[in-house]
């Protein structure tokens, strides 16, 4: 009997030989897998899938050899150590010594075209320069942590986050392997700025994705993203979340809506991803939050002990008690412009 194929990367851990030591696994429709694996020592081998993937050893001090695409190797691994395997490439590597693995899959059928806009080019994925090459590179390893942590957080990682995040990601590797992507010139124009700050308050319900948000300022995925942050300060992803998060405040305050209600309300999935969210950038939770702005004798009590920091912005009427809470407003250790939405113009 011939054994079925397998199209993925994910499909191969989950479904394959390799599914018993699957510990965990974070996927974003077709745009990126995040999986952990921790398995005893021994052939870690498998057949070509059309997928780079980015490996993160969580563990070290094991010798491990094969080859990934870049031909063969044998080194030890140390904690923290990444290696890139490349598409369509049958790997072979052998681990003496039981280990704990991270690994961000780009499906390549999602990232060809994104990367060749980019590059204003065809792209290659021809990196050998990369490929089976262990390396450190403490700009991908904090995306990777980031990454993590918000999937954390919200659960599996939206579109949104899941694009951009590729992105950086993939451009580092360029960077590395030698094969830079054009940088972006300056940030967004204003009127690019504008529809694109009205279409994430129109759609904060909603898995919005990179590709839509770029359509609007008429820009490839890619540049959309650095040219956002240049404009805005932090990227997408960051502002998206602090517009959830004014609109629950605005929410909890006005309504007497349940707070499952509001979850979905604002674009997530659930009271308690909202609850979160809420302790991770309000240091309260959604009910705390409630009460205390509807209780003026407990909100001056927390005036005394600071509660966490929200986005820099001249705040709504909806936000004031947790600016008394909170003091200096910001989001991500960034201090962010709020676009007035009606002129275009900062307040």
Request: hydrophobic share 40%.
């Amino acid at each position: 009997m011939t054994a079925r194929a397998l199209s993925s990367f994910a499909q191969w851990h989950s479904e394959g030989r390799h599914a018993s030591y699957l510990r965990m696994m974070k996927s974003r429709g077709k745009v990126l897998d995040l999986l952990e694996v921790q398995r005893p020592a021994g052939d870690m081998s498998r057949p070509a899938l059309p997928d780079i993937v980015l490996i993160e050893d969580m563990l070290g001090s094991n010798r491990v050899r094969g080859d990934l695409g870049g031909g063969r190797f044998d080194v030890t691994s140390g904690k923290g150590t990444l290696a890139v395997a490349a598409p369509n490439f049958a790997t072979t590597v052998i681990n003496d010594g039981s280990h704990r693995l991270r690994s961000l899959v780009f499906p390549m059928v999602q990232w060809q075209k994104l990367l060749g806009e980019a590059a204003s080019r065809d792209f290659s994925v021809d990196l050998p320069r990369i490929y089976g090459r262990l390396f450190d590179s403490p700009p991908i390893r904090s995306a990777l942590r980031n990454l993590w942590t918000l999937s954390d957080v919200e659960g599996p990682p939206s579109r949104l986050l899941a694009q951009a995040a590729g992105c950086e990601i993939l451009a580092e590797l360029c960077r590395l392997g030698g094969a830079p992507l054009a940088p972006a010139k300056g940030g967004l124009a204003a009127w690019a700025e504008r529809r694109c700050l009205e279409l994430m308050q129109a759609r904060l319900s909603e898995d919005i994705s990179l590709d839509e948000l770029a359509a609007e300022a008429q820009l490839s995925p890619f540049h959309f993203a650095r040219m956002f942050k240049q404009s805005l300060g932090v990227p997408p992803r960051v502002y998206l979340t602090r517009l959830r998060v004014e609109k629950a405040c605005e929410l909890l305050e006005m309504t007497d809506l349940p707070i499952t209600e509001i979850a979905l309300e604002v674009g997530y999935s659930s009271n308690q991803v909202l609850a979160r969210v809420f302790l991770k950038h309000m240091r309260l939770t959604p009910s705390d939050y409630r009460r205390a702005v509807r209780d003026p004798a407990r909100s001056i009590a927390l005036q005394r002990h600071p509660i966490g920091r929200l986005p820099a912005a001249p705040p709504a009427r909806h936000v004031q008690a947790a600016k008394r809470l909170a003091g200096t407003m910001r989001f991500g250790g960034t201090r962010l412009r709020i676009t007035n939405r009606a002129s275009g113009r900062s307040p």
